[in-house]
């Protein structure tokens, strides 16, 4: 058996450092995983946000557009790490690292391959929140046209590979000039939970003042109000004004505040059903679907909301993104235990059925061909 190579795996300190993860720390958890199932040793150099005040001033008034760290600095650093472990491949953790690659390439040998990791098109992200404001501003449309810019230069002139998380990323980067592109989907893998509801309810996690996450709740919970919801949907995130709010305007939401982990297991396996109410198609994937199957527990997601994920069973998909369809569909599964089971049995297919080896054997193919 051949030892693993080294590939140089460099990110934002944050994401690989952490205590309670959100969905990019998911992500590069799921990328350092696909990269040691696909014979490689990942060699991790880690990020830390710029010190320049300049720089945090423009980030604080969101004039920043792909220049939140002090590259120069890593340069020796790296070429050291290529030198020492005869890395030929380097990974990096988001494609908004994408500028170190002009700072460090002239210093490294010209077999030297780099990979973008996507976590979602950066670009398709902010359209999607400015075409929700009535009228865009000067700076929003610049913010704007400068990423695609940027985007599309990176993706033309730097990097050898991108390797996203969600295939409607695809045709997106293609069209702005990536043409060397590899889906991977989220990691499936049974971790079940007791599933012991105490009583007929729903639940959700996620960061409640996250624009998908607050209109998704919001669409959602306007839908059940005109339906004659009887049951309760507890609420677990922050920040905690926001889930007061919710619970104040909508009087079957239970909010239960900021929980670590094993608080947030314990509380989910009472629930009858893990929400995942997805009504459009935005940026990456929804790590919490990921969570909910690998737990065995009830989920009910949507089209948009399984975006980047390969099922083996869809039960657990709505069909359509209609809030109406989707507050049917909760309604009619806490009516009926046997279409509660039937949840719980899709969830369970799907995590035992993934195929990581697979996917991990794509992965190694993808990165040799570079």
Known sequence: MTDPEKILF??????????IPGGVQLCTSEYLTYLSHSGHDPIIIK????????KKIKIKFGLEVYDRYDFNNYTTEIVNAVKKHKIKTIALNQINLAPLIEIVKHHLPSDVKFVGLSHGNESGDYLHDIAREKKPGIIETWKLGRQIVLESSFFRENFDGIIVISEHEIPINQWIGALNQLHLPRILQPGFLSWTPREKNAGFVGTLDHLPNKLGLELLCDSLKKSEFNYSINLVGGPEPEGRRLELLYPFIKYKGRLSNEQLEKEVSHWSIFLN???????????KLAQAINWGIPVLSTPAGKRGYILSDETIITASNSPTD???????ALDDQFLLDKLKMSTECNAKNFELKTWSSKLNTFIKNL
């Open 326 to 332: 989707y507050s049917k569909a909760l309604i009619e």
């Open 47 to 54: 990020l830390d946000t710029t010190k320049s005040f300049l």
């Open 10 to 19: 460099i990110s934002d300190r944050k994401y690989v450092d952490f205590h």
């Open 277 to 287: 109410p997805v009504f459009w198609y935005s940026r990456g994937a929804s790590t």
